[in-house]
């Protein structure tokens, strides 16, 4: 199957937001934090079409969104919840779930709010936090979540503010503020000073600098949970010190690192996904 085409929306917005910037620095902040909290919906894959069509569906309604769910494996059996990243889908973890299904493990995953089959246009990270909670009220307390990307950060951010989960795998996991927003202003051609009047509204609008939005910020909250982060040192999309940071920050967290995965290749790592069982079956491990 061929690579998926950048979508033409961002090619244009690549095109047009610097030129916006040089005319209206105003007008490109708010624009900016439009796209910001608005995610693109790729196609999934055919191999994971497949793998959606053998998972057991519903759907959750949480903040009067319908949130599509899937879930492998034998109901009877503890389960992880899976979460995906910006833009992404629960079936990106398609190589996990017969590896997990065999250890005993049901794998319950679902698309975030605007994303995939879900509803919405745009969503938050408090969002994600809800539907987090709404799994746990309905499904109890998982043996662990195995989190890629944003569903890293939204994870922590759940689990500093109640979620009941005292295992968490974060995968290729953005941490810090800044490094979050420039990654954003990067990727459409925009430049700094947009991402600092980005902070300024986001204070603004919901009281409370952006930073406390953050994983790097979470954790300094959280004192029981047992954290292992896995990155790629080659990863171009989230830089490997973000991980790095994270180890700085908390003192349980372990890190395993990968060469020449990237962001979403490591997704399909045979290693990986083998680490994250025995994380989740028997705890911390030693990676030293």
Known sequence: MKK??????????????????????YSATFYFEKIFFTPFRYAATDKELEVEQV?????????????????????????IIVVHGWA???????????VFNQAGFRVFGFDGPAH???????????????????IVEVKGIPAGIIAHSFG????????????????LISIASPT???????SYLNAIGGSWPTGVRFKELIQKRYGKP???????FAIKHISTLDLLLIHDTE??????????????????????????????????????????????????????
């Open 4 to 25: 998926h085409k950048i979508p033409f929306a961002i090619r244009f917005v690549r095109w047009f937001f610097p030129k916006l910037e040089l005319i209206s620095p």
């Open 55 to 79: 998972a057991v569906k519903s759907t959750l309604l949480v903040d009067d969104l319908k949130i599509q769910a899937y879930e492998w494996g034998e109901i009877s059996r503890p389960y």
């Open 88 to 98: 992404g889908r629960a079936t990106q973890f398609r190589k996990f779930i017969p």
């Open 116 to 134: 995939g089959k879900s509803e919405g246009k745009r969503t938050t990270i408090v969002e994600f936090e809800h539907v987090l909670k709404k």
């Open 152 to 167: 890293g950060g939204a994870s922590i951010f759940a689990i500093r503010h109640g979620l009941p989960v005292t295992k």
């Open 176 to 182: 810090m503020s800044d490094e979050i927003i420039r």
């Open 210 to 216: 952006f930073e406390e939005f953050t994983a790097s």
């Open 235 to 288: 990863d171009r999309d989230v830089s490997i010190r973000q991980a790095q940071e994270m180890v700085k920050l908390y003192s349980k967290a372990k890190l395993i690192t990968t060469q020449g995965l990237g962001h979403n290749r490591i997704l399909k790592d045979d290693s990986v996904i083998t680490s994250c069982l025995d994380f989740i079956k028997n705890g911390p491990i030693d990676v030293t």
